[in-house]
């Protein structure tokens, strides 16, 4: 059954009788047929609506990731009046390769899957009658398409927004990387000014008495800059740059985040023919000799967290709630930064972001598992060589007026065997440097030697205490990073993490065994401990990151989860460490939690017992017994020599605030007990 295209159907008629809109936007996300490649007929087929994954994201051990190629088919109608137009369509993200068909020819290719595609189909449409356009979708592993490892699940699908986009014939470039076509360069940025150009990429077939008009507009609504300029040359290869100067401008940061809007008009003696609209904010990035990250000159503390693409029962096919839900989630925590790991999230998330005041590093899916020991992460191939180009491109420019982006990531964790990734590296970094001066290049490394030092910043991936030594051991390696010479040359950060499950209990705290199925909480909980106790007292790391924010899916390991996430996959699950982050790092709302709840059956008559809360005066009881606590670390207090004979009630108390908390445990021989 064909489905017409309700919106444009409906208008159709009047389009030609009052002014016509300068673009217009249809959403085709309705009455997709899917069916996989090997099915001739499509009677079998079934409708889908997108966003869509084939792949249920379901996680665990019996979830199956199928990798292999499917269609999704539609009907289009294109009415007749639209023929004095131009007619594109943008594709949110397609996970991985894409293959775009309109009316049985081929109209574009897109590889990677993580940022958006849009093309053109003006000349393959027939007007004033049904099309047909079907997309061919591949998420098989590649060797000339980066990445070729992750340790993130190989979903597949039309897993964002598809948009049907109706243009004048001169018009300001939807095509140039799929971005607005719209750039706000900011060279100098201080209290007193904010100066750079706006760069304008236009496609326009005749270009005579043509103007590009160029209004910035703050916070409050006034007007904070002006200016004309005649078109000389125009199409959507090349670019028009605007100076611009707004005196005193109101700065973006985490605690005020200031936005301007950026109206841009094309036009000619008679009419304006396109209008573009961007947000931006304006403010400076540096890292001082001090090693701190530095915003309109102010210190950044920056508390971060790794934010994978997926979740239980939705794959990677986010919507708006789901954003907001975690981004409530994040900002609960504490934290003032996230990392979108090997790809951009949906630009909803960084305009969220923006709004919000909440600081994001964008990483490029250059990446390796690091579940598989000789897993290949780069070959030295023209075509995966420009696979990654290409990405890095696409995802400066469809992110680039984001204030909240402060760093682009260019690897993450990449194996050094093999050939060598050092000059490729420099490639990209330079490549980057080229394509955003504003913003400093970053990378997660789990390495020694010369690959530490090529971008701006560095991020140092540690597991001490993980497989071998202790978790106090990470003080020695914070000594060696500021007593080394060559080492104490970088900007580092530092990002660490270990999987837990919060039904796994311990009885001892034991080393990870690799490949063991056995992930105690109790184990990440004091690794988290340890840690942040010990890189916050060293003071020597610009940002900390968390690895991670939520439970993903990766098929490679343990009951197909990456299970060391705060928080579980499902988001009804907030782990113990999660409460010793918001206990040190939200100072907004309070925190009072016990810790080891879901370790209720125990063999010792003789316990101790852990809160985490940001109250400064807690208690602690024992039915009604006042319990002496000690002050642990920030946010952690503790009771010692607590005797339990059968079963007892602890309750935590607050009186500031007037939380309570209260489990129960029970002690005992426990069979079995590990």
Known sequence: MRILLTIIASVATSLVAVAQPLRESYLLNDDWKFFTEDEVSHDNAHYVTLPHTWNSGVGGENAEFEQTTVNYLRELYIPAEYASKRLFLRFGGVQSVADVFLNGRHVAEHRGGYTAFTVEITHRVNFGAWNSLLVMVSNSRRNDLMPISSDLAPYGGIYRDVELVVTNKDMISLTHYSSDGVYVEQHRVSSEQASGVVRVFLSSANNDHQMLHVRIVGPDGYEAFSRSVRVSKSDARNSLAIPYEIPNPELWCPESPMLYNVEVALHNDSEVLDRVSVVTGFRSIEIGDDNRLYLNGEMVDVRGVNYAHDRYGRGLAFDRDAYDEDLATISDLGANALRSLSGPHDGYLYEQCDRRGMLAWVDMPFTRSTTIFGDI?????????????????????????????????????????????????????????????????????????????????????????????????????????????????????????????????????????????????????????????????????????????????????????????????????????????????????PTLHIAERRWQTRCDTLQSITLYTSSSSPMLRRENDTLPLRRVAAGVYRADSVVVHGSARIIAVDSLSGQRDSIIIRTGNVRGAR
Not at 449 to 463: H, K, S, W
Not at 489 to 508: A, D, I, K, P
Request: hydrophobic share 35%.
């Open 377 to 589: 992460c780069y070959i030295p191939t023209p075509a995966f060589r420009e696979s990654g180009f290409e990405q890095l491109r696409e995802i400066v420019a469809q992110n680039f007026n984001h204030p909240s982006i402060i760093m682009w990531g260019l690897f993450s964790c990449v194996s050094q065997r093999g050939d060598s990734v050092i000059d490729y590296i420099k490639e990209l970094n330079t490549l980057a440097h080229e394509l955003d001066a504003s913003r400093p290049t970053v990378a997660c490394s789990n390495a020694d030697g010369d690959i530490n030092f090529i971008t701006d910043l560095i991020v140092l991936r540690q597991n001490v205490g993980w497989e071998k030594g202790s978790p106090d051991d990470v003080s020695v390696w914070c000594n060696q990073l500021v007593t080394n010479k060559r080492w104490r040359q970088l900007r580092y950060g530092v990002c660490y993490g270990e999987e837990g499950v919060m039904t796994h209990s311990t009885e001892q705290i034991k080393r990870y065994d690799r490949g063991s199925r056995h992930l105690p909480e109790r184990r990440q909980t004091y690794m988290h401990e340890r840690y942040a106790d010990i890189v916050s007292q060293s003071g020597i790391f610009w940002g900390v990151w968390l690895d991670n924010m939520f439970d993903y899916a990766s098929p490679q390991r343990a009951y197909g989860l990456n299970q060391s996430g705060l928080v579980t996959f499902d988001r009804d699950g907030r782990k113990d460490a999660y409460y010793m982050y918001r206990a040190r790092w939200n100072s907004e709302e």
